[in-house]
Each structure stands twice: as C-alpha cells, then as structure tokens.
C-alpha cells in the first residue's frame, strides 16, 4: 500500500524518495566475477591478487590485459557464461533494499552493463534472473551508461566518472566505498549493513549539503 503522503505523486519524481541504484561494484561482485572466470580458464594464476587502486581493470595492476581491447574480449567470454546471473552480491545488500522497499523507497536500478555489443538479450535476461533469485527488490531496471540522464532523489554508485559527472549536474550522490573511490568526500557508505541504511534513510529526508562533495575530489 502506498502511503497517502505519496498518493498524489503516483506518477513522477516529486513525492517519491527515488534510489538510483548501480550494480556493479555496490550490488554485485563484478571484479570477483571475472577473475573466477579468469582463474578457471587458467587466465591468472589462482595467488594473484589484482591492485584496487584504479576502476578500470585495463589500467590496475594484476589483471591480465595489455589494452583495452584485452579486457573487452574476456569480459565478452565471462558474459557468454553467464557472469551476471553468477555473482556474488555484496554482503547484506539483499536485506538492505528489502528495509528500503518496507519505506517505501522507489528502487531504480541504472546499470551500464550493456556496454559491450552482441549478447545484450543474455545480459538483461541474466541481471534479471540475479535480482529474482537474490531477491533484492526494485521498481524499474534501466541499462544505461548515461547516469546523469537519470533523476534520483539519491543515486549510489562506485564509479568515479559516474559519481563526477552526476554531482557536476548537481545530482545527489552517495559513494559507494572502493578503494578506487577514496578521493571523493561527501556521503559515503562502507557497507549494507543496517546502520547504512538508517543513514541513507536519514539523507533522503535531509541531504548533508555542507559534505556534498565536488568533483574535484576525483582521482582517476
Ligand atoms: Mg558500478
């Protein structure tokens, strides 16, 4: 049932507390994903620990990618087999959007996962079943690399192009810890657990504006 302070906002933005919520690196394990994958095709030896100083796997250190194009064609053979329907969720993240649901917050998910042409049925029908059989709850699923086209009350990603490029058009965004995010300041949570979510909930009512955090702050 929807609460009557929402009954008038069935529609649109205003009225709702909208998450805009990525995958990738807040939801899901993806960088474990694919180094299993690696692992198992005897792509990385099983010691390596890849550095998680750089978001883009072609420029960390211990992956085993020369260029770009490297990284693209192993990321294509994990999706073949199924990648995204075999993840790891991040710990607790399951029950944290099932205290946020119970609040009424409106789940968007907003993913870039298909950026790589060719297998886009296997990957939205995948991402789907993950979410089923995690049993994160949402509203909408969105596949769109263009983050800052999407309204939220409150967005949560990890990406630090992402989270630039939202807060450069004045989006509110919460960074989702990794060690490749530090440089950021503003909101921040290192975690599901239930005490990110009393924070989070806390930010939707009253969005801390004197951390918001700029740009700036980016390390790339
Ligand atoms: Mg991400």
Request: aromatic letters at 10%; a negative charge.
């Given at each position: 049932m929807i609460p009557e302070q929402y009954m008038n906002q069935r529609v649109g933005l205003k009225g709702y507390r909208v998450l805009n919520l990525d995958l990738d690196g807040v939801c899901a394990d993806y960088k474990g994903a694919l180094r299993d994958y690696l692992v198992r095709h005897g792509m990385m030896d099983e010691s390596t620990v890849p550095s998680d100083d750089r978001y883009e796997l072609d420029r960390a250190s211990g992956w085993p990618f020369d260029t770009f194009d490297d990284y693209i064609a192993a990321h294509k053979a994990a999706e073949n087999e199924h990648l995204y329907a075999t993840m790891r969720p991040i710990d607790g993240v399951a029950h944290a959007m099932q205290r946020l649901a119970a609040e009424h917050v409106y789940i968007r998910i907003v993913t870039h996962r298909l950026f790589v042409a060719g297998q886009h049925r296997m990957v939205v029908a995948d991402t789907a079943q993950w979410l089923d059989?995690?049993?994160?709850?949402?509203?909408?699923?969105?596949?769109?690399?263009?983050?800052?086209s999407m309204q939220a009350t409150v967005s949560i990603d990890d990406s630090p192009a992402n989270i630039a490029t939202l807060r450069e058009v004045g989006q509110h965004v919460v960074v989702f810890d990794q060690p490749y995010n530090r440089g950021f300041d503003g909101p921040r949570l290192r975690d599901w657990s239930d005490e990110s979510v009393d924070r989070l909930l806390e930010w939707f009512d009253d969005w801390p504006e004197s951390e918001h955090g700029q740009a700036e702050g980016a390390r790339r």
């Amino acid at each position: 049932m929807i609460p009557e302070q929402y009954m008038n906002q069935r529609v649109g933005l205003k009225g709702y507390r909208v998450l805009n919520l990525d995958l990738d690196g807040v939801c899901a394990d993806y960088k474990g994903a694919l180094r299993d994958y690696l692992v198992r095709h005897g792509m990385m030896d099983e010691s390596t620990v890849p550095s998680d100083d750089r978001y883009e796997l072609d420029r960390a250190s211990g992956w085993p990618f020369d260029t770009f194009d490297d990284y693209i064609a192993a990321h294509k053979a994990a999706e073949n087999e199924h990648l995204y329907a075999t993840m790891r969720p991040i710990d607790g993240v399951a029950h944290a959007m099932q205290r946020l649901a119970a609040e009424h917050v409106y789940i968007r998910i907003v993913t870039h996962r298909l950026f790589v042409a060719g297998q886009h049925r296997m990957v939205v029908a995948d991402t789907a079943q993950w979410l089923d059989e995690q049993h994160i709850p949402y509203m909408s699923l969105c596949f769109t690399g263009l983050k800052d086209s999407m309204q939220a009350t409150v967005s949560i990603d990890d990406s630090p192009a992402n989270i630039a490029t939202l807060r450069e058009v004045g989006q509110h965004v919460v960074v989702f810890d990794q060690p490749y995010n530090r440089g950021f300041d503003g909101p921040r949570l290192r975690d599901w657990s239930d005490e990110s979510v009393d924070r989070l909930l806390e930010w939707f009512d009253d969005w801390p504006e004197s951390e918001h955090g700029q740009a700036e702050g980016a390390r790339r």
